[in-house]
């Protein structure tokens, strides 16, 4: 990878969230190409080796559900998968550069697995992968339930674990000039392994999706 992520591709999202139409999609989608979607590729390949299989996502929104009907989405994103469903992600928007990690999408297997695990085994290993990531920059999110999982006990010490469905984190970086450089790599490769810990207790927590 020569180069990394170019001013003009958080640019390029600048000007499309002032004006989201076909018309300025044809006039410019060699910019896309160019500043967006190459340096995000090149950026994937070259996470790969230790990440597992990327996927970049495609730039148009499904809008036959949405009462938005822009036709073009506001960033460009990237999956890496790992076990079960779960993976890395990273992301270009006008905000700037994501990245993030967890357990997205759950299934009811999955959620039932997780609740056993902690009621069973206790949550020192998942709270040990999450304990260094706030300090590193990193938000907690996820699916919760409003109230605690039935059957659970309000005093429960994992309660607050117990509510997830999902649990991924996240940190985002402003555009500034080092994302143009090789030192984008890194940054993105140090941020992935920071999140590995907490991926792999996960995965191996929730199991198969089936």
Not at 108 to 116: F, G, I
Not at 119 to 138: Q, S, V
Not at 145 to 156: A, C, H, Q, S
Not at 190 to 198: D, I, Q, T, V
Request: proline letters at 7%; glycine letters at 8%.
């Amino acid at each position: 990878m020569s180069t990394g992520i170019p001013a003009e591709a958080f640019e390029f999202y600048d000007h499309l969230g002032a004006e989201n139409t076909r018309d300025f999609w044809s006039a410019h989608k060699t910019e896309y190409e160019q500043f967006v979607r190459q340096p995000l590729q090149e950026l994937a390949d070259a996470l790969e080796p230790d990440f597992g299989p990327a996927h970049l996502y495609r730039p148009y929104r499904d809008v036959r559900f949405s009462k938005d009907k822009t036709p073009y989405k506001d960033h460009q994103g990237c999956v890496f998968e790992a076990e079960n469903g779960l993976g890395w992600y990273m992301q270009i928007s006008a905000k700037g550069l994501m990245v993030a990690g967890g357990w997205y999408q759950s299934t009811p297997a999955q959620v039932k697995r997780y609740r056993e695990h902690l009621l069973e085994a206790g949550a020192d290993a998942l709270r040990a992968a999450l304990k260094p990531l706030p300090r590193a920059g990193f938000e907690v999110g996820g699916t919760t339930l409003k109230t605690r999982p039935r059957g659970v006990d309000e005093d429960n010490p994992d309660v607050d674990l117990l509510r997830h469905r999902t649990m991924h984190v996240t940190k985002m970086w402003e555009p500034v000039a080092w994302m143009g450089t090789k030192r984008v790599r890194t940054s993105v490769h140090g941020a992935f392994e920071k999140m590995r810990p907490l991926i792999v207790t996960l995965a191996d927590i929730v199991g198969p999706p089936e």
